[in-house]
């Protein structure tokens, strides 16, 4: 048995340090290495393009364009079916957002101590609108929706003549709304159900005992206590919203007189028309929305502590 | 702490874009690179190596087989052909360009293909390869930029009346010649038992900005002046947009169908009775009615209507270009060639129905002796090409979209011409 003298413990604990660093950063590295390649690189490079007039024709040297400042953001700006798309992102966002969220938080709290028997199969119900194929999905919709559809046989029955839903461009919107919810509230009630089921039962029982009923306790208790899961959830939603690009391009794409052109679908359209500059500038435009609305939101709804 | 890193991140992030932004700024536009037009003249010697062909599937899909003869006289050159759905087309094939992985031969469309004319991404057509006047003379013109031309016209197609001759009979009216005239021959074919006189495309897309065009030009209108300058708020855009909105107005077409996949049934099944479209619905009439024969006893065509500056139309269809990249252009404009050969031409319609762009190659029995076919080669002769600037694909796009306005009655076709002008301005004529 030999006894080894320790080396000075201090330095041992800093190489132990710097190994653990260099192990995690080993973990790390295939993350950031996809993220820097696949995510900030081109971000970069789209602030960059936004800058400039890089069309098409340039991609053989896209080096050799002009720089031309902020003309591509004035553009945008100038151009009256981008106001007209961020309006309508705007509705989709206000009106959507609030929606999605108020049915999956009905629909949670419903499964969670409403329902009692097959609660596992109302889940995944609920849930399936989130996994299923939304090309196939905007089809049967505008199918349902047509002026001969389901949905106008259903008002026929009962003796009234239903519009043509998405060729009214009142009517186009809300139909494109509705699809958006439908196939996004199973995703907000699963995440309200993992909150609900994360808030303390002895709480409830205490708040019985104080002869609290069910609704003072939804007020009093869940409610507050599902705040940061509300927060998630608000912003994830929007931040999914700012972006609605699937519902309308499948359902509508775009029209009836452009009522339901979103932010995204005019980034898409710009950069099929090879106008690189122009569609960096809008995504840009996107970009600073998302983070200025999901700073607001933070500040509004951070569990005050 | 947090609260440092993030500011770090923020500060690495400026970093970067400044950076990027700098390495721009050290670059710029270049001076005009000068088409070098003299290109090596391709003699007739056996085409050899391997020739790598891009297309979007459609016409293309049959060319294997109709180049048969083409590989057994040159048994030493391999064409390998990929065939790409014709919604990514365009997108894929820019980036391949762009990672300078292109194909040797690509096809492109002739009434979409300026953003490529430039000798960056297509080498001129060699002298003395073909004989443009053999072509549809727009359809020669759609690949010429500053008297260079890059493509070199592959099938043709153009919009002509496809209507009820069954119903026309009934109401005892013909074809109208004349814009006056049209919407009261619709109202007449409406009368004999048509739903709707008119099958209007209501994609209120870039194929509505080129009929819109193509109206213009019929009303004496030219889209670009002679020293390339947007002419689209003139008397002869309004009296265009007001032509195509007429039909709408007057009840003879219905603004919310049928859209592009029902237009055929729609027409066999008597909801419509009259179609602007081209030439390939003449073969597909039989299949949508499930009758052998429907067609020749329902259908009949005629060149369009005259505006009061005639009845010119656009011409569609393919056109090859030899990308610039390419390693082995010798034998891709051989190849080139032979596509435009009468012969090949007339083995590709046998194939395909893609309706020949030699203008001799018509007179084969086989597309000769089709009555049906013979208004689209009256007015193939009176077609024009769509400017040659990239930016047109953008103003035809808008150009169908604000007609949806106006076919609607929620603008003015003044405005809307003003709205399109303002907007094409605002492109110019992109750059290069």
């Known amino acids: 048995m030999t006894t080894v003298v320790p080396a000075s413990p201090r330095k041992d604990r800093r190489s132990r340090g710097a190994r653990r660093t260099a192990v995690a950063w080993l973990f790390l ?16 490079a789209a602030l960059g393009f936004s800058l400039t007039d890089l069309r098409g024709m340039d991609l053989r040297h896209p080096f050799a364009v002009d720089l031309v400042g902020f003309d591509n953001y004035l553009r945008l700006f100038r151009d009256d079916s981008f106001l007209r798309d961020l309006l309508n992102t705007g509705l989709f966002v206000a009106v959507g957002v609030p929606l999605t969220m108020g049915i999956g938080l009905a629909l949670a709290l419903a499964v969670n101590s409403g329902i009692r028997r097959l609660r596992g199969v109302f889940r995944t119900v609920f849930f399936a609108p989130v996994v299923t194929n939304i090309v196939a999905v905007a089809l049967i919709w505008q199918y349902a929706f047509h002026a001969n559809g389901t949905v106008n046989e259903v008002f026929g029955a009962v003796g009234l003549a239903g519009p043509n839903w998405l060729d009214d461009p009142d009517l186009a919107m809300p139909v494109v709304i509705l699809l958006g919810i439908w196939r996004n509230f199973g995703y907000a009630m699963v995440l309200f159900l993992a909150g609900l089921q994360a808030v303390p039962r002895e709480v409830y029982e205490a708040a019985a005992i104080d002869g609290a009923g069910r609704w003072r306790q939804l007020r009093h208790i869940t409610l507050p206590l599902l705040l940061p899961t509300t927060l998630v959830v608000t912003v994830l939603l929007t931040v999914f919203y700012l972006q609605v690009f699937d519902e309308p391009y499948l359902l509508t794409n775009g029209g009836p007189l452009g009522s339901t052109e979103s932010v995204a679908l005019y980034t898409y359209r710009q950069f099929g028309a090879g106008e690189f500059g122009v569609s960096s500038a809008a995504s840009f435009v996107t970009l600073l929305l998302i983070g200025l609305v999901s700073v607001v939101q933070f500040r509004l709804l951070r569990p005050r502590t | 702490m947090s609260n440092m890193s993030r500011r770090s991140a923020l500060q690495l992030t400026s970093g970067m874009a400044v950076l990027g932004t700098l390495a721009l700024a050290g ?124 493509t070199v016209p592959w099938y043709a197609y153009t919009y002509a009346l496809v209507y009820r001759s069954d ?104 909801k419509t009775a009259c179609m602007i479209t081209g030439p390939w619905v003449v073969g597909q009439l039989d299949t949508a009615a499930k009758k052998t024969g429907w067609t020749a006893s329902h259908v009949a065509t005629a060149p ?3 505006g009061s500056s005639g009845n010119t139309s656009f011409a569609g269809g393919g056109t090859w270009g030899v990308l610039a990249s390419s390693g082995n252009a010798d034998a891709s404009w051989k190849l080139v060639r032979h596509l435009t050969k009468p012969s ?25 002796d089709q009555p049906l076919l013979d208004a689209f080669l009256t007015q193939m002769k009176s077609t024009r090409a769509f400017p040659q600037v990239s930016t047109w694909q953008q103003v035809a796009t808008r150009l169908g979209k604000e007609m949806e306005g106006v076919a609607k009655g929620t603008q003015s076709a003044e405005k809307a011409a003003a709205k399109v002008q303002a907007y094409a301005e605002s492109l110019g004529s992109g750059t290069g």
């Open chain 2, 304 to 306: 369009l209507p005259a």
């Open chain 2, 167 to 270: 119903l026309a009979e009934k109401a005892g009216v013909k074809a109208p010649t004349t814009w006056a005239t049209t919407v009261p021959f619709l109202k007449a074919l409406q009368d004999a038992g048509a739903a709707h006189g008119l099958g209007a495309d209501i994609g209120w897309d870039i194929f509505n900005g080129q009929d819109v065009a193509m109206y213009a030009w019929q009303a004496g209108g030219s889209l670009r002046s002679a020293d390339g300058k947007w002419t689209l708020d003139t008397p002869a855009t309004v009296d265009a947009l007001k032509f195509n909105a007429s039909f709408f107005t007057s009840g003879t077409a219905d603004p919310s169908g049928p859209t592009f996949l029902d237009a055929q049934p729609y027409f066999v099944s008597g």
């Open chain 1, 29 to 44: 590295a295939p993350f950031t290495l996809v993220f820097l390649l696949y995510t900030a690189v081109p971000t970069v």
């Open chain 2, 27 to 150: 670059c710029g536009r270049g001076d005009d690179t000068a088409a070098t037009a003299s290109a090596k003249p391709v003699d007739s010697s056996p085409a050899t190596g391997t020739v790598k062909v891009w297309a979007p599937q459609g016409d293309a899909d049959v060319l294997a087989k109709v180049i048969k003869p083409f590989q057994a006289a040159n048994p030493d050159l391999d064409v390998k052909f990929t065939l790409i759905p014709n919604a990514e087309y365009y997108t894929k094939l820019q980036s391949a360009i762009a990672a300078g992985k292109g194909p040797d031969l690509a096809q492109f469309f002739p009434e979409a293909q300026a953003q490529f004319l430039d000798p960056s991404i297509l080498r001129p057509v060699p002298d003395g390869l073909v004989a443009p006047d053999s072509f549809f003379k727009s359809l020669w013109d759609a690949g010429v930029v500053k008297d260079v031309a890059y």
């Open chain 2, 344 to 368: 090949t031409q007339v083995a590709q319609y046998k194939a395909y129905s893609s309706l020949p762009a030699v203008v001799s190659a018509w007179d084969d029995p086989a597309i000769a």
